[in-house]
């Protein structure tokens, strides 16, 4: 399938499919010829894999990338691995006029989208991602690395001229990966639609799914984030509603993630926490709750991690989150599933939520 981010300054087309990459050497052909140079800042992972059928795509409309592989997975987003790529594409007679192309999942793509928004003041970039999580990183133009001190700390907000989800390749994505990206996908859900939030809750296949369903309901979550992203490019509204189950999700990944948690991991327990909140602002329940967390334990997502923590710990970090505004920390909550709004919680509130988490996780 694809679809259309209209923003106020630029759109650009998302294509989800099985043989997507043919689109290069005939759709996006003229796009691709009228750079000087182009660019592959490749996962390392990805590349050893499936590097081959992106060379041959673009092969077919005679087109010879020069590439640069970059560690795999969150290891690339460093101000090391980025002053690299820059020197590179200095050092291969990058232009103003040349393009990039991300392939890999949401690591690659935020630091090449980040690569692509600042050299030489801004180039354009394509981006191939390759993991289910990217159907929410790869579209809405925010690109960041990390600093030893936080994620995401240096950042833009750049958009793509095109990206290209070839679903073939997420076959050899090792199923933690695919429960990360199945939590976006589930966020997308329940923010926005409560027939397909249920229907996703009674899905039996849910992290064994077909080809065909992921570029179908990857596209619905797609959608989501396009409409929300189309609204408020620049995070002054709605775009918040994104952050469903991010402010203890990412609370959970900094306290939690040395055990090898993975985003999406962390966001399943953030959006239980999320719902647990609810339960005192609207309609959601405890049964609601409960067959949340049954379902997601069910697949494999993990819950125990939290209870050997103590609140403080979690506190610390959404006190410090990019999002909370002067020691206030803002929650998306739902008032019933696909409706969110974003509340001011005390830290009081925010405790007895936790303590409940912990009783409903046992
Ligand atoms: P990732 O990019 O770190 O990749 C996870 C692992 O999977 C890596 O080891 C990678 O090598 C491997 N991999 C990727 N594709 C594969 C494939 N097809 N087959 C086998 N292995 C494969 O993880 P991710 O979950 O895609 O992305 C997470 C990143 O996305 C984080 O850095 C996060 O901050 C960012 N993110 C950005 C946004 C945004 O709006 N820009 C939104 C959400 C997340
Ligand atoms: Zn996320």
Redesign the pocket.
Known sequence: GTLTVQLPDTSYDVHIDNGVYELLSNRYKELLDSADKIGIIA?E??AS??LQILLVALQKCGIEPVVKIVP???QC?TAAVYVECQSFLLNESFTRNSMLIAF?????G?LTGFIAATFMRGIRFIQCP??I??H??AV?G???INLPEG??MIGSFHQPAAVLFETS??R???VR?IR??LAELMKHAFISDPYWSQQLLAEKSFISPSEKWLAEELLKGIRVKATIVAEDEFEQSSRKYLNFGHTFGHAVEAVCGFGGL??GECIMIGMAFSFVMSENHGELDAVFTNKFIQFAKKNGYPFSPVSDYEFEEFLAFMIKDKKATFGKMNFVVLEKLGSPIVKTISTEECRKVFEELVRRIQ
């Open positions: 996962d992972q990805v894999i499936h795999a997975g969150e987003k890999g999942g949401g690591a690659c935020d390759t993991t999580l990217s929410d990183s809405g925010k690109t960041a994620k995401n390749l997420f050899t994505l090792p990966e990360s990206g993975s985003h």
